[in-house]
């Protein structure tokens, strides 16, 4: 994913190089529709996402959300929001994540200030090896209690949940599977509904 370059109706903005960019710069960044990251300064740009990503965040959006506000266990919010891992210069926009009603105070005006309780990545073509080792280790090392990573190509859930400071995958769910959350109490919904149109 390579660095843009940004351009302004009069002027053109100089950007900090690769490795040096910081939770400032990425403050500065446009409002266009691509999703930018940063991870130990490096600036990540993923482009708008496909139906079928829309369609699997859609439905998890939808039922993890009800299911939330029914139980009064907390927020879940969808991308873009960006999220301030503990790593200065650290900022994800996960596609979906849950923060636990104990821990809401995380939420600002333009950010989450710490690591959520659950976030879920839907993998597309342009992003699935930066979201299974840069984004997974980032995750980890913030202290992300569990992370869904949804392939809407393979119609699979991997669910891995943080034990010490490790990724440890409790399943891999197809359809005809119900996938569980642990962060999330009482949650799970079966592989078919997220990905039914």
């Given at each position: 994913?390579?660095?843009?370059?940004?351009?302004?109706?009069?002027?053109?903005?100089?950007?900090?190089?690769?490795?040096?960019?910081?939770?400032?710069?990425?403050?500065?960044?446009?409002?266009?529709?691509?999703?930018?990251?940063?991870?130990?300064?490096?600036?990540?740009?993923?482009?708008?996402?496909?139906?079928?990503?829309?369609?699997?965040?859609?439905?998890?959006?939808?039922?993890?959300?009800?299911?939330?506000?029914?139980?009064?266990?907390?927020?879940?919010?969808?991308?873009?929001?960006?999220?301030?891992?503990?790593?200065?210069?650290?900022?994800?926009?996960?596609?979906?994540?849950?923060?636990?009603?104990?821990?809401?105070?995380?939420?600002?005006?333009?950010?989450?200030?710490?690591a959520p309780d659950l976030v879920v990545e839907i993998l597309s073509p342009s992003n699935w090896v930066f979201d299974r080792t840069r984004k997974q280790k980032a995750y980890?090392?913030?202290?992300?209690?569990?992370?869904?990573?949804?392939?809407?190509?393979?119609?699979?859930?991997?669910?891995?949940?943080?034990?010490?400071?490790?990724?440890?995958?409790?399943?891999?769910?197809?359809?005809?599977?119900?996938?569980?959350?642990?962060?999330?109490?009482?949650?799970?919904?079966?592989?078919?509904?997220?990905?039914?149109?």
């Open positions: 994913m390579a660095v843009p370059t940004i351009q302004a109706p009069t002027t053109v903005r100089s950007w900090p190089e690769q490795g040096q960019w910081t939770y400032a710069d990425w403050l500065g960044l446009p409002d266009d529709g691509f999703r930018y990251e940063l991870i130990e300064g490096e600036l990540f740009v993923s482009p708008s996402p496909s139906v079928q990503h829309q369609i699997a965040i859609s439905s998890l959006l939808s039922a993890m959300y009800q299911h939330a506000k029914e139980e009064d266990l907390g927020l879940v919010l969808t991308a873009p929001i960006g999220v301030r891992l503990p790593e200065e210069e650290t900022i994800v926009q996960p596609d979906l994540l849950f923060i636990s009603r104990e821990r809401l105070d995380l939420v600002k005006d333009n950010v989450i200030d710490g980890e090392q913030a202290g992300v209690g569990e992370y869904w990573i949804v392939d809407y190509r393979a119609r699979t859930v991997d669910v891995l949940v943080l034990e010490g400071r490790e990724y440890v995958q409790r399943g891999q769910y197809r359809e005809g599977d119900t996938a569980p959350s642990e962060a999330l109490p009482g949650f799970a919904i079966p592989v078919t509904d997220i990905f039914a149109r």
